[in-house]
Structure formats: C-alpha cells, structure tokens
C-alpha cells in the first residue's frame, strides 16, 4: 500500500502526534498490538525509540518512535509485512519512509528506513 502525505514542519505535526496514543489504545476487538524498541543500525540516527504496530487481519499499522508519521502496510499469508509512505521532508524534497518485517508466534522483527536511518526493530504482542 503506498501512501502520499505532504508534511509541513507547521502544520498537521500535532494532529498526527496525538494519532499515536491511539494506535495502541483504539485498536479493534481482532486487532493485535506489538511495541518495542527501535535499534539505530546506520546512518544518521535518533537514540533508540518506541514503536507500535497494530495488526487486524492483513492490515498493518506501523508507528516509529513519536508517531508524527503511521506507515499502512499489508501482511502477506506468509506472515511477510511491508509498508512505505512517501512524504516532503522540512527541505522540501522527497523523503520516503518504508517498513519491511516478518510476523513470527508473538513478535515481529523487521527494519524501518527513512531517508537518513535505517532501523532494526523486535516488537513483542501486548495485551489489548
């Protein structure tokens, strides 16, 4: 699934700021939430951060470290997940953020890439 949202560094940070409480709390009845610590693994990084990702049926839901971008992805039968959203960076150029993982029995481990990181994450099943 390939998404297109136009950031501006003043307008619509805190309204997506405030969807990441969200993403873990208004989840549905057959939804499924993992969180867990992103690693910087190269690049230039922020220190390690929270991520959710919340999982109904095939449809993921992937927010890295503040939640200021959710990434919408799809899970294949083999349990593959991938997402990527492209967006305007503060320098008004193209910045495209994607999410590649793998679902296993309790956790999933995958990376998060943005234009100047790529992280390597394990986020284990909460309970709703």
């Given at each position: 699934m390939v998404r297109y949202v136009g950031i501006s560094m003043?307008?619509?940070?805190f309204a997506l700021a405030a969807l990441a409480p969200c993403l873990a709390a208004c989840t549905g009845a057959g939804?499924?939430?993992?969180s867990g610590t992103m690693?910087?693994?190269?690049?230039?990084c922020d220190p390690p951060s929270r991520a959710v990702l919340a999982l109904e049926d095939d449809v993921v839901r992937f927010s890295p470290g503040e939640g200021?971008?959710?990434i919408d992805?799809?899970?294949s039968a083999a349990g593959?997940?991938?997402g990527v959203v492209h967006s305007v960076g503060p320098d008004h150029l193209p910045?495209?953020?994607?999410?590649?993982a793998r679902l296993n029995a309790g956790y999933v481990v995958g990376n998060y890439t943005t234009p100047r990181c790529r992280y390597r994450f394990r986020l284990d099943a909460t309970s709703n």
């Open positions: 003043h307008r619509g940070l939804t499924i939430t993992y690693v910087p693994v190269s690049g230039v200021v971008v959710t992805g799809t899970r593959e997940i991938s910045a495209t953020r994607t999410l590649v």
